[in-house]
């Protein structure tokens, strides 16, 4: 059975153990996910309502990325346990001789770049999520405001441990370069994406105290 199929008990056991799959990275995944769904739901109450008959087809639009953005990331569950294999591995290799440890470091840089790519996607996927809830902020159902509020408030943690699960691999790879591209590349996203949740969340707070 996929990961992502458990049920919510027991995905949370599994996590829970000493099991090397899910980590940080699936419970990211999963965040994003329940943050986008969150904004679907809110686009779902907003659709055929008179009131927003002006907002209808943006937030169609919004819905149909959304659903494409949840997809994804759901997917990225089980794909982030898959990457994370071949780093469990590496770690297991002997290291006594020096062909031995050789081996070991190029098949850990491998293995460790691979287990970059899924976080790295969280990191992208959960920012076009992101931007999508400030588009959406001013055009839902204000019945259902608050829902945009914690959709934000999950997608911003999810980047934000997306970055995390990048940071720990790059600060062992030795490619400078790519550690570099992955680091500029990601830190720019998780900056402009946590600026748009606060600025999302301070909306939804001021709605709510009116």
């Not at 996607?121 to 829902?147: M, N, P, Q, W």
């Not at 707070?205 to 009116?210: A, F, M, S, Y």
């Amino acid at each position: 059975m996929r990961i992502s199929e458990k049920t919510c008990v027991d995905f949370v056991d599994v996590l829970a153990s000493k099991s090397a799959v899910p980590g940080g990275g699936g419970a990211a995944a999963l965040t994003g996910a329940i943050g986008i769904a969150l904004g679907s739901m809110v686009c779902n109450l907003t659709i055929g309502k008179k009131k927003y008959a002006e907002y209808e087809e943006n937030v169609k639009a919004i819905l149909e990325k959304a659903r494409e953005l949840e997809k994804d990331l759901i997917n990225m569950i089980d794909e982030d346990a898959e990457c994370f294999l071949p780093l469990s591995k590496a770690y297991g290799l002997p290291n006594s001789t020096e062909e031995e440890k050789k081996i070991k470091a190029d098949t850990m840089e491998s293995a460790l770049k691979k287990a970059c790519e899924v976080p790295i996607k969280i990191v992208k996927v959960c920012y076009e999520a992101i931007k999508l809830h400030e588009d959406l902020v001013d055009k839902g159902s204000r019945l259902a405001i608050s829902d945009v509020g914690v959709g934000v408030q999950c997608l911003r943690a999810a980047i934000l441990s997306g970055q995390l699960n990048v940071i720990i691999n790059i600060n062992s790879i030795k490619d400078e370069e790519y550690v570099k591209s992955v680091r500029d590349e990601v830190n720019n996203l998780v900056e402009n994406g946590v600026r748009i949740c606060d600025e999302v969340y301070k909306k939804v707070e001021n709605e709510l105290n009116k």
